[in-house]
C-alpha cells in the first residue's frame, strides 16, 4: 500500500465513527505496518487539509472527522459542465470522428491517479458508510436489498430506454407481474437486471474485480437479449454509438488486450469509490461488448461499494438525457467531469433515500441475512412433499445446520410465515414452478 492509500486509510479509521480518538488508539485500529513517526505527519497534514480536527494538546491530544456537505445537490452539472456538454450536442457533422485513446488510461496509475479529488471521496465515504469495516461484505447490500433491487433495476433500465414504470418494475420483481402493452425485451431487461444484482450481493464476501465477474455481469444482463455466442464474451464485430461520432475498437483481439488492461488497473484501485468511477468510465468507453456495455458498467460500479458496506449506486434522479451527454463527454473528450458531479450528485440523493428507507420500514436482521437458506428449504418442503410431521422433522434437522444458534428462533418464525403465505406471486427467486407448488397445495389437502 503507498503513502497516499495509507493516509486515506487512517481517514477512513477516524471516520468509522463521531467520536474522537488518541494517537494511540488510531495506531491500534490501523493495526501492522504503520509507524508513529508517519501517524503524527499524516495526522498534521489531515488537519490542515481541514479533513480533521484536532481536540485537546500534548498527551490529551485526540482526533475527529469533520463531517462535510457537498454543497451543489440542487443540480447535477456545475457551469464548467455544462459548457463542456455543450461541444457535443452540436450536430453530428460538426464533430471530428474519435478513435479509442490508450494514452487515456495509460497515463492513470492506480492509488497514484485519481478521477475523485481526495475530499470528494472522504464526503462520499462519510455519506455512504453504513457498517464496521469488519462486517462481512455485502451485509447492508442485502439490508435493503428489495429496495436496492427495485432502484437500480429500474433506473438502469430506464436510462437504456425501457419503458416500465417504477410501480411495474417493482411488481415484475416482487411479485412476477408483467405489465400489460410492454415489449417483452422490456420484461427481459428488468429480470436480467434482478439476476446480475442478485448476484453481486450474493457473492459479496468473495467478490472480486476481475474478468470473470465482469464477464459473469454482461452474460447475466445480455442473457435473451444477445444471440448466446456474443454474451460474456468479447465481441467480433464492429459496434457503434448512438448520437456519438466515437469509433470504438473492431478488432476482437485488441479488445479483449485492453479489456484485460482496464481490469487490471481497476483491481489494483483501493478507494471503493475510486474504483467504482474507474470501472463505470472504462467498461463504457471500451465498447468491448456487442451490446449491454453501458449496463454491465453500472453493474460492475456497484462492485466495491457492495462489498465494502457502502450504500450502493443506484442511479437516482438523473435524466436519461444527462447521462447519454455525460458519456458522450467521455467517449469523444475523455472528459470525465460531468459523469463524475453526475455520479456525485445521484449518490448523494441515493444516500438520503435509503436512510429514510431503514428508518420507516426498518428490517427484519435474521430474514435479511438468512434470505437464501430460509429460500433453500421452502424449496426442498414444496419439490419433495413435505408436510405435517415430515415438514417439521424436516425443519428441526435443517435449521441447526444453516443458521446460529441464537438466530434459529426467529429464523423458524419468518420460515413458518412464508410458507403460510406461500403463493403463486411469490415464488419468483425459489426455483420452483406454480404446478409443483400446486402439487404440494394439494398433498397438504389430503
Known amino acids: 500500500m503507498d503513502l497516499q492509500s495509507k493516509k486515506m486509510a487512517v481517514l477512513r479509521q477516524i471516520s468509522q465513527g463521531m467520536e474522537s480518538y488518541s494517537l494511540k488508539e488510531i495506531l491500534v485500529k490501523l493495526g501492522e505496518g504503520y509507524s508513529e513517526r508517519s501517524l503524527r505527519r499524516w ?21 475527529k472527522a469533520v463531517y462535510y456537505k457537498i454543497d451543489h445537490l440542487g443540480k447535477c452539472f456545475s457551469v464548467e459542465s455544462e459548457d463542456i456538454l455543450k461541444q457535443i450536442r452540436t450536430p453530428l457533422y460538426e464533430r471530428m470522428p474519435m478513435i479509442y485513446r490508450d494514452e487515456w488510461i495509460e497515463a492513470y496509475e492506480p492509488n497514484k491517479s485519481f478521477y475523485i479529488p481526495l475530499e470528494l471521496r472522504l464526503q462520499l465515504f462519510q455519506a455512504g458508510r453504513r457498517l464496521k469495516l469488519d462486517d462481512l461484505a455485502g451485509t447492508y447490500a442485502r439490508q435493503i436489498y428489495n429496495r436496492l433491487l427495485i432502484d437500480l433495476s429500474y433506473n438502469s433500465s430506464r436510462l437504456e430506454g425501457n419503458t416500465y414504470s417504477l410501480i411495474d418494475t417493482q411488481k415484475l420483481l416482487l411479485e412476477g407481474a408483467s405489465a400489460e402493452g410492454k415489449l417483452n425485451d422490456e420484461k427481459i431487461m428488468i429480470l436480467n437486471h434482478k439476476e446480475a444484482i442478485r448476484y453481486l450481493v450474493d457473492t ?36 457503434r454509438v448512438g448520437g456519438s461520432v466515437y469509433i470504438p475498437f473492431e ?10 488492461r482496464v481490469i487490471e488497473k481497476a483491481a489494483q484501485i483501493q478507494d471503493p469509490y475510486e474504483q467504482s ?21 453500472r453493474l460492475s460500479a456497484n462492485i466495491p461499494l457492495i462489498k465494502n458496506n457502502l450504500v450502493p449506486l443506484s442511479f437516482n434522479d438523473i435524466e436519461r438525457e444527462d447521462y447519454n451527454g455525460a458519456m458522450i463527454a467521455i467517449y469523444e473528450l475523455q472528459d470525465m467531469r460531468p459523469l463524475l458531479e453526475l455520479y456525485i450528485f445521484s449518490y448523494m440523493r441515493t444516500c438520503k433515500i435509503y436512510d429514510l428507507t431503514i428508518k420507516s420500514v426498518g428490517y427484519d436482521e435474521v430474514r435479511v441475512r438468512y434470505r437464501q437458506q ?63 407448488l400446486e402439487s404440494w397445495n394439494r398433498a397438504q389437502s389430503l
Open 43 to 63: 495526522l498534521a497534514d489531515l488537519v490542515q487539509e481541514g479533513l480533521i480536527e484536532q481536540l485537546g494538546a500534548k498527551k490529551a491530544t485526540r482526533y
Open 204 to 239: 459479496a464476501p468473495k467478490l472480486v474485480v476481475s474478468d470473470q465477474t465482469i464477464y459473469t455481469i454482461h452474460y447475466l444482463l445480455a442473457d435473451g437479449l444477445l444471440e448466446s455466442h456474443d454474451t460474456g464474451c468479447v465481441r467480433n464485430q464492429a459496434v
Open 277 to 297: 468511477l474507474f470501472l463505470l468510465i472504462h467498461i463504457s468507453y471500451l465498447q468491448a461488448f456487442l451490446d449491454v456495455n453501458k449496463r454491465t458498467a
Open 251 to 260: 478488432d476482437s483481439k485488441q479488445l479483449l488486450v485492453r479489456l484485460n
Open 374 to 436: 430460509r429460500r433453500a428449504i421452502i424449496r426442498e418442503i414444496i419439490l419433495h412433499h413435505k408436510i405435517g410431521k415430515a415438514l417439521h422433522t424436516y425443519i428441526q434437522n435443517e435449521v441447526p445446520k444453516l443458521v446460529k444458534k441464537e438466530d434459529q428462533e426467529a429464523f423458524i418464525q419468518d420460515l413458518m410465515e412464508d410458507l403460510k403465505e406461500i403463493n403463486p406471486n411469490r415464488i419468483v427467486g425459489l426455483g420452483i414452478t406454480e404446478k409443483e
